[in-house]
């Protein structure tokens, strides 16, 4: 199994990026994709998660309404649009794999998102991308 993102760069605050994450040896129907992000000096923290099957996405409060999350399958490829970027969104940006049938916190529900992301506990991670905003 293999997730890499991509997409990361310097962005001025009030602009847009998009991230990129490439899955490989995985299946969609089995596992629902998150996006977790850590700031310099901070913990980890679930920013937005999907589920293919059921069409379900979860987002933190800090980014509702200025980030999108999105599959397409044909490039089994998950990706995390994020616009109107603010300094305090500046991180590295983490996508990670969880097995819907292993866990009782669903990654998709917000008490999932945020349990599994501070406990660092998915099933597979990316290797991260380093998004940073300048004012």
């Known amino acids: 199994v293999q997730l890499l993102e991509s997409g990361g760069g310097l962005v001025q605050a009030g602009g847009s990026r998009r991230l990129s994450c490439a899955i490989s040896g995985l299946s969609f129907d089995d596992y629902a994709i998150g996006w977790v992000r850590q700031a310099p000096g901070k913990e980890r923290e679930g920013v937005s998660s999907?589920?293919?099957?059921?069409?379900?996405?979860c987002y933190a409060d800090s980014v509702k309404g200025r980030f999108t999350v999105s599959i397409d399958n044909t490039k089994n490829t998950v990706y995390l649009q994020m616009d109107r970027l603010r300094g305090e969104d500046t991180g590295v940006y983490y996508c990670a794999a969880q097995d819907k049938t292993k866990t009782q916190y669903p990654l998709t529900q917000a008490t999932g998102l945020m349990k599994h992301a501070k406990l660092y506990d998915m099933d597979y991670w990316g290797k991260g991308a380093q998004v940073a905003i300048s004012s």
């Open positions: 999907i589920s293919k099957n059921d069409a379900t996405t």
